[in-house]
């Protein structure tokens, strides 16, 4: 990403934990750590970790994404975090966009 100049912003681990559709147990079927491993190996911070949970399919499935199918639920809330996160990164990257607006004068009269 670096050499055609995209800025990568962090990491989000995707199927951090898998979530049982039965019971709700949440564990690391898949080890855990790695993406924590990787934000430090490219000086970036985690900027999430997203579940394994068959919801998040059924829902995407049916035409209606997690945050809008169950908006006050767990994985909902996950979501909302990292776009909350992602959103704070993108505005503290410094870019002058002046020349892209007109100039404009106030008066008072």
Do not use: W
Request: hydrophobic share 35%.
């Amino acid at each position: 990403f670096e050499k055609v100049g995209v800025p990568i912003l962090g990491i989000i681990e995707n199927m951090s934990t898998h979530i049982c559709s039965n019971c709700g147990h949440e564990e690391h079927i898949f080890g855990s750590g790695g993406g924590e491993r990787m934000s430090q190996d490219y000086g970036v911070e985690v900027l999430g970790r997203l579940p394994l949970d068959i919801r998040i399919r059924e829902q995407a499935d049916s035409g209606k994404p997690t945050v809008v199918a169950d908006p006050d639920g767990h994985v909902a809330g996950v979501y909302k975090q990292i776009a909350r996160r992602i959103a704070i990164k993108i505005a503290e990257q410094a870019q002058d966009r002046s020349a892209v607006f007109p100039k404009i004068v106030i008066q008072n009269t």
